[in-house]
Nanobody, 122 residues
Framework: QVQLVESGGGLVQTGGSLRLSCAASRRAFSSNAMGWYRQGPGKQRDVVATISSGGSTNYGDSVKGRFTISKDYGNNTVYLQMNSLKPEDTAVYYC????????????????WGQGTQVTVSS
């Protein structure tokens, strides 16, 4: 059973922080790449961060320097630490797993969760 369960979303003011968590099944966590994408109202999916099985990370230009992705190998959990949040970060955030980092940045995912809402007020 492949499962990705996100948590940690909520309402925060501009400049605030949130940490999203993604509890993954072993099969999902063993994917070659994991990451987070977001989708705002009327917008396309926007990949924000990925992490390879070896721990290499990549970030979208809009979140570089503000977001940090990490993996807890003991708990099969992927985190997204979001600092200096802006209203344009408002979206539903999804945890995803894929075959490679490149395919994830091409918005092709093997597995994804139900999403967690992040709302940043101005």
């Amino acid at each position: 059973q492949v499962q990705l369960v996100e948590s940690g979303g909520g309402l925060v003011q501009t400049g605030g922080s949130l940490r999203l968590s993604c509890a993954a099944s072993r099969r999902a966590f063993s994917s070659n790449a994991m990451g987070w994408y977001r989708q705002g109202p009327g917008k396309q999916r926007d990949v924000v961060a990925t992490i390879s099985s070896g721990g290499s990370t990549n970030y979208g230009d809009s979140v570089k320097g503000r977001f940090t992705i990490s993996k807890d190998y003991g708990n099969n959990t992927v985190y997204l630490q979001m600092n200096s949040l802006k209203p344009e970060d408002t979206a539903v955030y999804y945890c995803a797993a894929g075959s490679t980092v490149a395919t994830m940045w091409a918005r092709r995912f093997d597995y994804w969760g139900q999403g967690t809402q992040v709302t940043v007020s101005s």
